[in-house]
């Protein structure tokens, strides 16, 4: 069995990110730290835990500037057997729905009986990209999956719900996005991380693909940091006096009730 995970390079949740003047779409990098897609090591942990119980492979395919090998690395040390690197400026820049039809070029040739993307992008927040991926190929799609069980021709992935979950059966080959509940991702030892740069990261370009530029169908018109927090108000005095200046302040003033 064959199983393809989508990796991305994304800003560190705890990086402090700002806009770049100079590019709307753009972030300022000097000092932010870029790690893969804390979704897509879902991702990556379940496919290896399936190949580890099927004896399969799993490839790592990347859309991102050269500078995302690193997250690429990370998912070759977490176990993934090789990766495939796609960088070329008209598939980076490129919106999601473009994404995922050069993802899916890139997904056919390997023939695949499952491809495992994290649920979203955590940098964008985008989310459709299983979805998309599974329109190109006409394949089943099932999203935002907590439990999953592959058999030889299907699986069953069960999604949590307010109130209850959703068990769903699909045949294979499928796409399923993973949740943050469907596993514990594992850490590589230091000998992973060493044997990673051993593993091969093939580099694929559009014309490798067939594929030509592609304008995007949709793009960031401006990315701003969110306004500036406004001090608080200290209220001082008796506690009867304190409440009814709070009282008045959070009604007539913030208008939060």
Not at 158 to 167: C, H, I, P, W, Y
Not at 243 to 248: G, K, Q, S, T
Request: a negative charge; proline letters at 7%; glycine letters at 6%.
């Amino acid at each position: 069995m064959t199983i393809v995970v989508i990796l991305k390079q994304v800003p560190d949740t705890e990086a402090v990110v700002r806009p770049d003047p100079s590019r709307p779409q753009g972030i300022l990098t000097e000092d932010v730290k870029f790690i893969l897609n804390p979704y897509d090591e879902f991702a990556v942990e379940e496919a290896l835990s399936i190949a580890e119980s099927t004896g399969g492979e799993v490839v790592g395919i990347c859309i991102g500037p050269a500078e995302a090998e690193s997250a690429v690395l990370t998912a070759l040390a977490m176990g993934v057997d090789r990766a495939m690197m796609i960088t070329d400026p008209g598939a980076v820049e490129t919106d999601i729905v473009t994404k995922g039809r050069i993802l899916a070029e890139a997904i056919k040739p390997l023939n695949p009986s499952l491809v495992l993307c994290g649920r979203e992008w955590i940098d964008t927040q985008e989310d459709a990209l299983a979805a998309v991926i599974a329109e190109y190929l006409d394949l089943p799609h099932v999203g935002n999956v907590g439990k999953l069980s592959v058999e030889s021709s299907k699986l069953t992935a069960v999604r949590e719900m307010d109130g209850g979950s959703l068990e769903i059966e699909s045949t294979l080959p499928a796409i399923v996005s993973c949740s943050k509940d469907l596993n514990e991702p594992r850490y590589p030892t230091l000998i992973k991380i060493k044997r990673a740069k051993t593993k091969e990261i093939k580099s694929v370009t559009l014309s490798d693909l067939n594929l030509a530029f592609e304008p995007p169908r949709s793009r960031v018109k401006i990315l701003s940091s969110p306004p500036a927090r406004q001090a608080g108000r200290v209220v001082k005095g008796e506690p009867d006096a304190t409440a009814r200046d709070a009282v008045a302040w959070l009604s007539d003033e913030a208008k939060i009730i």
